[in-house]
């Protein structure tokens, strides 16, 4: 039988590859991102420790980037981690629209949950890529994966 986090590491893939803006992604996926950016892979992995292998990752700089694994959203802003559980979000978040925001394509910033938890993801597709992934949060589980 499928485990619940199986089936949300499945459903982040798959709506992530049916992304409009899929190739623009392609580099913050967990392989190419760890591939291709060694050291930043490495100080997100020693940072979540073992709360799961990330399946997309945003860099900016050590003070400054966000995964998404199967079960939580890990976003460091100022070197502060904040850590949401997918099954909080509650389909709750808002962008944040400053003075310098022209444009939705400018956001960078978001807040998620009903305590409105600030996240940072890189402007333009990779910001609405993880938006659109945090849609579907909670997700509708099988009574037999809920573990209740």
């Known amino acids: 039988m499928m485990s619940k986090r199986k089936l949300y590491e499945d ?11 899929r190739s623009a992604i392609t580099a913050s996926l967990w392989p190419t991102f760890e591939n291709e950016n060694e050291d930043a892979a490495k100080h ?17 700089d050590k003070n400054c980037w ?3 694994t199967a079960e939580k959203l890990f976003s460091v802003i100022d070197g502060e981690m904040t850590v949401i559980l997918l099954d909080e979000i509650h389909r ?3 962008a944040e629209w400053t003075a310098s925001t022209k444009d939705k394509r400018d956001l960078e910033f978001l807040f998620v949950g009903p305590d409105k938890r600030r ?4 402007a ?4 609405f890529a993880l938006w659109n992934v945090l849609l ?6 099988p009574k037999e994966l809920r573990g209740d």
């Open 136 to 141: 579907m949060f909670p997700l509708n589980v």
């Open 92 to 94: 709750q978040f808002d």
């Open 124 to 127: 333009g597709p990779k910001y």
């Open 66 to 68: 966000t995964a998404l």
């Open 11 to 21: 459903r982040i893939l798959l709506r992530l590859s049916r992304h409009n803006a």
């Open 119 to 122: 996240v940072w993801a890189p």
């Open 44 to 60: 997100i992995k020693d940072s979540i420790e073992d709360d799961g292998e990330p399946l997309l990752a945003y860099w900016h």
